[in-house]
T-cell receptor, first 114, second 114 residues
Framework: AQSVTQLGSHVSVSEGALVLLRCNYS??????LFWYVQYPNQGLQLLLK??????LVKGINGFEAEFKKSETSFHLTKPSAHMSDAAEYFC????????????FGKGTMLLVSP | SQTIHQWPATLVQPVGSPLSLECTVE??????LYWYRQAAGRGLQLLFY??????ISSEVPQNLSASRPQDRQFILSSKKLLLSDSGFYLC?????????????FGPGTRLTVL
């Protein structure tokens, strides 16, 4: 069975600081990995995903994530936080069955202070 | 491009009343469809998924049911709501037989059961 662990239910940064949201996964097969963002009272928006190929994945809004197989990690980063980045972020893993496969982490709320 | 709609956006219902939430997808055919629930502090819980008309799989036992009367329509129902049914309900779709199962979410419905 696959699982996702997001370290820290809340992460606080100052505007302009580095954003680092941590995600570790377990999967019995090579995983597909995802990051989603959710703004208050909205649905989830796909930020980026890793399927195959380059392990450094760039997404929308200046975010990127690196797949590290040896560490079973897929941490999300952004060099400089903006106030508009304040939201909840979810990491997810897929086991390649093609349906009902996404397992989500519990989410990390990113707080950005001026 | 593909669009996913959910309605209503918000709903306040008394305990014991029926429920019907609707989700429709535009711009794609034969999608996989999903219903999730977010309850406070509990992350995303997959409720139902469907790989075709009339094909519904339930992930958790509860007093909710789902139906897919048309290819791009997914309905979540209950005959009698419980207080514990309160939450944010999200519909999602993915491309049939996409091995990555990349899911795209609707705007959600906020349900409050009083």
């Amino acid at each position: 069975a696959q699982s996702v662990t997001q370290l820290g239910s809340h992460v606080s940064v100052s505007e302009g600081a580095l954003v680092l949201l941590r995600c570790n996964y377990s999967s019995s097969v090579p995983p597909y990995l995802f990051w989603y963002v959710q703004y208050p009272n909205q649905g989830l928006q796909l930020l980026l995903k890793y399927t195959t190929g380059a392990t450094l994945v760039k997404g929308i809004n200046g975010f990127e994530a690196e797949f590290k197989k040896s560490e079973t990690s897929f941490h999300l980063t952004k060099p400089s936080a903006h106030m508009s980045d304040a939201a909840e972020y979810f990491c997810a893993v897929s086991d390649q069955r093609g349906y009902s496969t996404l397992t989500f982490g519990k989410g990390t709320m990113l707080l950005v202070s001026p | 491009s593909q669009t996913i709609h959910q309605w209503p956006a918000t709903l306040v219902q008394p305990v014991g009343s029926p429920l019907s939430l609707e989700c429709t997808v535009e711009g794609t055919s034969n999608p996989n469809l999903y219903w999730y629930r977010q309850a406070a502090g509990r992350g995303l819980q997959l409720l139902f998924y469907s790989v075709g008309i009339g094909q519904i799989s339930s992930e958790v036992p509860q007093n909710l049911s789902a139906s897919r009367p048309q290819d791009r329509q997914f309905i979540l129902s209950s005959k009698k709501l419980l207080l514990s049914d309160s939450g944010f309900y999200l519909c999602a779709w993915s491309v049939l037989r996409d091995p990555t199962d990349t899911q795209y979410f609707g705007p959600g419905t906020r349900l409050t059961v009083l």
